[in-house]
């Protein structure tokens, strides 16, 4: 992502509505995504990351073809929250209302991951990064948290990574945002 404050995204939600979109390209939704695909810290089938890519502008109309306006789109959150950094209030959440958005610090064995349970061993802070929890299990008696990353499906455990749970490994535990949508 390059920047940003999870906390200020689920905000955004709940003020200003999302409208629907799809996967660049994809001309699925409202607006689909207007920046392509890239490989993040790995060889893959898409090209490397290049320069960071400025935050195209807001246009407040859908997509050529799209036949619902853009207003009539919009969907709202109707409230967004932290949650306490606590193992049982993580997995709660995450029962009850979903997936959690998670901001931890990377350092530099975290982009060869490839599988198992990660825990940072060795290398130099690489700065932060935002997530997804899905779930938690244990690995040959190790707890684990189950996170999708966005860089991509040629990344880690094709796309996924396990994270050591309960210990706040990297700050995981301690930065986590979640919401819920009007309806």
């Not at 009539?72 to 193992?87: L, M, T, V």
Request: hydrophobic share 30%; with cysteine.
């Amino acid at each position: 992502c390059n920047g940003g404050f999870p906390g200020s995204a689920w905000e955004y939600w709940v003020d200003k509505g999302l409208v629907t979109g799809g996967l660049y390209n994809s001309h699925v939704g409202c607006q689909p995504y207007t920046i392509a695909s890239c490989e993040h810290h790995t060889k893959g089938k898409l090209p490397p990351c290049g320069d960071i890519v400025d935050t195209p502008q807001c246009v407040h109309m859908c997509e050529k073809g799209y036949n619902v306006s853009y207003r009539a789109d919009k969907y709202f959150g109707k409230k967004s929250y932290s949650i306490d950094e606590q193992e049982d209030q993580i997995k709660t959440e995450i029962s009850t209302n979903g997936p959690v958005e998670a901001a931890f610090t990377v350092y530099a064995d975290f982009v060869t991951y490839k599988s198992g349970v990660y825990r940072h061993v060795t290398g130099e802070e690489m700065g932060g990064h935002a997530v997804r929890i899905l779930g938690w299990g244990t690995e040959s008696g190790t707890p684990y948290w189950l996170v999708a990353n966005s860089w991509n499906t040629d990344w880690g455990d094709k796309g996924y990574f396990k994270i050591l749970r309960g210990s706040d490994e990297c700050g995981i535990e301690s930065s986590i945002v979640a919401g819920l949508p009007k309806v």
